[in-house]
Every structure is written in C-alpha cells, then in structure tokens.
C-alpha cells in the first residue's frame, strides 16, 4: 500500500512534484540576493550608502523583496495548481515568497557586514550570496512543505 498525506495524495507522487519546483525557487532565491548584493556593493564603493544607512535601507529593501515575492508566488502558485493541487499551490508560493525575501535580505546584507568587519564587501559576490541564499533557500522550501502537506 502506497504511504499517503492529510489529503490523500500519495507521498511519491507529492515528493516527485516537490522536486519539480526546487531548482526554480532556491535559484529565484539566489538570484534576487546577487541582485541586492551588487546594488549594495556598488552604492558602498561610491558613497552613495554608509553604515548609518542600514536600518533604512533594510525597510526599503524589504519592501522591494515582498513586492517582488508576490508577484513570483501568484505565477508559481498557478503552475503548483496545475501540477500538484492546491496543497502543493500553498507550498510553492509560501516557499517563493519567503525565499525571495530572505535572498534579498542575505545580498543586502552581506556587503554591510565585510564593510563593519574592515572587508572588502566585494567579496559578498554572487556566487557566495547565492550559495546561502540557495542553502536558506532548500530548508525553507521543504520546512513548508512539510507543515503544509504533513510529510
């Protein structure tokens, strides 16, 4: 006898489609932080931000995440429906939204961090972002999915 979840869905069928979508929310995740990351960086090297500048920066770059995370989470959340149902649906835009918003959040940060520590804040480059943001990323996503769909 097949295991199955709360709905009735089989747990190898939900694994298989919870997989499906890992690739494209740990990546938007590493992506929107590399973003934030190069912003920060370039506004520190010309001036344009100090440290004072972080708490405001942080708001706004909260904001800017969510607005951003929204609106990936409604088009993946159709994609979920149809794949997987509306339990699955819940996951991946949960997962999304909150996956963006941490990824911001780590490339913003990040720089700020080398700076206080007398670093280079180049060195909170894309592929050390998207690395934590990835591995925050994967821990989110099944964290989710597990609450959610009882695995």
Known sequence: MECQDRSGASIR???????FFLPLLVDSGG???????????RAL???DVVMKDW???LWRECSVALALGVTMAVAVALLGAMRG????????ASSMLIIVLIGSLI????????SRLRMDPAVASGPLITS????AGVLVYFGIASVILGL
Do not use: C, E, K
């Open 31 to 41: 992506n929107a932080g590399a973003q934030s990351a190069t912003l920060m960086v």
């Open 107 to 114: 490339g913003m940060s990040l720089p700020f961090l080398f």
């Open 13 to 19: 069928a939900l694994y298989i489609v919870l997989v």
């Open 55 to 57: 708490l405001r920066l």
């Open 45 to 47: 090297a010309t001036g």
């Open 132 to 135: 934590i943001a990835d591995a």
């Open 85 to 92: 149902g509306w339990n699955v649906s819940m996951v991946v």
